[in-house]
């Protein structure tokens, strides 16, 4: 059965619009608009809302429709058999989507200066929706956009247009809009509805009926208003052509007939509209239920697809799987012709080389000879040189002699100077700095105490009887306790005697340390044999590793501060290695055994492990270190953990691994393996630590080659110590700091000058350096190579105070 909609209004469409503008007139009017998802129909829709309802406020609403099939990889699915999350996430593009265009509706209304507000629910069918919005709503008016301009004509309940005219409350006034054109108007009931919710269904029904006329087969139902009582009910009855639904009206009239309560109901007019109702639900169950068989053999057919899909997919994978292993085969195949070519042509290479050598070993055969005759008369000149070169060699023994003799003076002179630096800095700590200092009258001749034997009550005194609360520190060897002695403050370090190498350890200690001196070495002060202690300088700020590895630091170790711990580590090594008579090897030097004074400068300790060995004896195979370092094998030396072999690079590898934390701040574990590719792949400044500041290019890329080089796995490819090496990375710091003066720089070394002389020719320079160039036979002077007047040096004082100076302030 279809609907049809000639004219089926009371009024015409001009009088329609008079009437719909004379309702436009009041203010604060509301009216709601049904928008969909066609951006070009609502437009139009409220074009037409705002052109015939000015100064009302519009409220859109919108039903939203959830998609029954969820698109997936291999097409798609109903919603009830797809993954959960997939439909999770559809549904939230799904309404993200349908804000996105409620709000371009909204800024179309913003555009007009209409006041607009949107309404969006979520239902099964939209025309139910609608429905329910009106209800809840109290929806009074409502426009809406219908399919065409005969939208009568579409099949019954069927469209959203129908469907809101036909199940809308009554109190609704509905207008359908075409393509901005106003095509019909369904009014609101004036009167109140009195009846039952039983009976609104049948009211709402009834008032469709008004608008609209019926068609069945070639005979058209004209308007049932339109129609007189008597010819109605013979049109209405002779136009039914069917046995069923013939049976059905007279089944419904005769009903109708013994209903004596709804008179008004019971003609065969409303008996007609009746039976074709029936007629059509009859209709609608049998082709809804052909439309569940149809959706059941739809959904096995798809299952089916499904799985022959899948078994598609699976024969796919196993041919590619095969086309794979086949061109794996090929390649393979041809990879080894090309091998056996490559091999033929090596062979006849090789063939040919050996011609050539079985050529030139007879040329060789025929040299040979020769030359066994020139080795007969060139025998007897080797006689007369290995007499001349052990003549040689006891000379060369008697300059290294010397040599040697004039090394242990230089460095007895160096030890002097450190020893009388040490004093001068103990001397202004204590304040008695004046203006001495400046005017050259400092004197070093007074000699520093020698080492002091204390009594155990002197110890039990300065550590309150080695109470807890004076404790500092404590491991394998002992405990170091914190005391007041000699006016000042100290650190005891107390071995355990029920230990094996407790007494070993103290004896060993005590050996080294009380011949050394120097800055950067801890400064024994005395020993307490009865309880086993050896008294020391006390350091405020700990070890390195507590001091670089704490983030409350009062102090920052900037990169200046760092660079110059690197160069005073390396000036305390480079002692150890060159002392004479036997060279000192600390073998457990690491970050713990560097301790901090309260300008944090660096002074390394714990000699427990260290060895003083000869020149003969250092590589030696029986000299071991008898016990490892304990906790130290981090630090330790690869060569020595593969040999058991002791020597300076050992010291050298700890030193590298030093300066590579010092650098970035990080654990030694994998630290090398890490600069390395960091250095590699250009991006050393972002494993450098940020806590040290702005770190200068020059300065970290040479660091990082000393550290890298000191780390190196065979100890012949570390570098050596030497003074050199030492002033240098002395300048490091000094040179980024503040830039030396020029007159502070030997013309010969170009290097911060100690010992400044006064030459003939009126220049300064280092004494060791002209003194080497006069001992050389130069009468000339090096700057301008003119004939010097005397030899006689002039120590130039002012100059070496300045230095001095500048160097403290730095």
């Known amino acids: 059965m279809k609907l049809l909609n000639p004219n089926p209004f009371p009024f015409s469409s001009q009088s329609q619009t008079q009437h ?20 070009h129909k609502t437009t139009t829709l409220l074009q037409w809302t705002f052109n015939h309802f000015q100064n ?40 993200e989507q349908t804000m996105r265009f409620t ?4 800024s179309i209304c913003f555009a007009a200066k209409v006041k607009a507000s949107v309404i969006v629910t979520e239902a099964d069918k939209i025309q139910k929706g609608i429905v329910d919005l009106v209800v809840k709503h109290n929806i009074r008016k409502l426009a809406i956009g219908a399919a065409s301009e005969n939208f009568m004509k579409v099949k019954r309940n069927s469209g959203k247009a129908n469907y809101t005219s036909k199940h809308a409350p009554l109190f609704c006034e509905l207008w359908f809009i075409y393509k901005g054109r106003h095509i019909w108007t369904r009014e609101a009931s004036e009167t109140p509805c009195s009846l039952s919710s039983h009976a609104q269904p049948d009211i709402a029904a009834t008032e469709s009926l008004r608008c609209r006329s ?7 139902l004209p308007h049932l208003e339109r129609l007189q009582p008597n010819s109605a009910r013979t049109t209405v009855c002779s136009g039914i052509r069917s046995l069923d639904l013939g049976e059905i009206i007279e089944t419904e009239a005769t009903n109708s007939s013994k209903s004596s309560s709804c008179s008004s109901y019971c003609s065969p007019q409303n008996s007609a509209e009746v039976c074709l109702d029936k007629y059509s639900e009859v209709m609608e169950e049998r082709i809804n239920s052909q439309l569940i068989e149809t959706n059941r053999e739809a959904e096995a057919a798809t299952d089916e697809s499904f799985a022959e899909l899948l078994k598609c997919r699976r024969s796919e994978v196993k041919a590619m799987e095969a086309i794979r292993k086949v061109n794996l085969f090929e390649s393979a195949h041809a990879h080894e012709l090309e091998l056996r070519k490559e091999v033929e042509d090596a062979l006849r290479v090789t063939i040919l080389e050996q011609q050539k050598l079985v050529e030139e070993s007879e040329d060789i055969s025929g040299n040979l000879q020769m030359t066994m005759r020139n080795v007969a008369l060139l025998d007897t000149r080797v006689k007369e040189t290995t007499r001349r070169r052990d003549e040689a060699s006891h000379e060369l023994l008697l300059i290294q002699t010397s040599i040697s003799t004039l090394w242990q003076e230089r460095q007895q002179i160096r030890r002097q100077k450190m020893e009388a630096l040490r004093w001068l800095e103990r001397w202004k700590s204590r304040g008695q700095v004046g203006a001495a200092h400046y005017n050259g009258v400092i004197g070093f001749a007074e000699e520093l105490p020698e080492l002091a034997e204390f009594s155990l009550s002197d110890i039990e005194n300065a550590t309150c009887n080695f109470s807890k609360s004076f404790e500092i520190a404590q491991g394998g060897f002992g405990c170091i306790y914190k005391g007041e002695m000699l006016g000042r403050t100290v650190a005891i370090k107390k071995f355990h005697q029920h230990n094996v190498q407790g007494p070993a350890e103290f004896h060993r200690e005590v050996q080294i340390l009380s011949s050394l001196q120097h800055p950067h070495l801890l400064t024994l002060l005395g020993v307490c044999p009865e309880a086993w202690s050896i008294v020391y300088e006390y350091l405020p700020n700990g070890t390195l590793q507590n001091y670089l590895f704490r983030k409350s630091n009062i102090i920052p170790l900037t990169w200046n501060i760092r660079a110059r711990m690197i160069a005073e580590i390396s000036s305390a090594l480079c002692f150890l290695h060159s002392f004479k008579p036997d060279a000192i090897i600390h073998g457990d030097l690491k970050p713990e055994t560097i301790l901090l004074d309260s300008s944090l400068s660096c002074k390394i300790c714990e000699f427990r492990y260290s060895r003083l060995v000869t020149e003969e004896s250092l590589y030696s195979p029986s000299f071991h270190l008898s016990t490892e370092p304990k906790g130290a094998f981090t630090y330790t030396d690869p060569e020595f953990q593969r040999t058991g072999v002791l020597t300076p690079k050992s010291d050298i590898y700890s030193f590298g691994l030093i300066i590579l934390q010092l650098l970035t701040g990080r654990t030694p574990v994998g630290l090398t393996v890490l600069v390395r590719h960091a250095v590699s792949c250009g991006k050393l400044s972002s494993i450098l630590d940020s806590s040290a500041g702005e770190w200068p290019s020059s300065v970290a890329s040479r660091l990082v080659e000393l550290g890298l080089q000191c780390c190196a796995q065979n100890c012949r490819n570390r570098p050596e110590l030497t003074p050199t090496l030492v002033r240098e990375l002395e300048q490091l710091h000094v040179s980024e700091e503040r830039p030396v003066p020029s007159f502070f720089l030997c013309p010969i070394l170009q290097e911060i000058m100690h010992d400044p002389q006064i030459a003939a020719d009126g220049f300064t320079y280092e004494g060791d350096a002209i003194r080497e160039w006069l001992e050389n036979g130069h009468d000339t002077s090096p700057m301008t190579n003119l004939k010097l007047s005397h030899l006689v040096l002039t120590p130039n004082h002012s100059i070496r105070l300045a230095i001095q100076d500048w160097l403290c302030k730095s």
């Open 56 to 95: 009302a406020e519009i409220v859109l609403i919108h039903v939203y429709q959830p998609s029954p099939f969820i698109p997936t990889l291999l097409g798609k699915m109903p919603a009830s058999q797809a993954n959960p999350e997939v439909v999770s996430a559809f549904r939230r593009e799904e309404r």
């Open 103 to 106: 709000d371009k509706y909204l």
């Open 214 to 220: 019926f068609q069945y087969g070639k005979n058209e």
């Open 20 to 39: 719909m503008e004379q309702q436009s007139s009041p203010t604060n009017l509301k009216v709601h608009i049904a928008v969909g998802k066609s951006l």
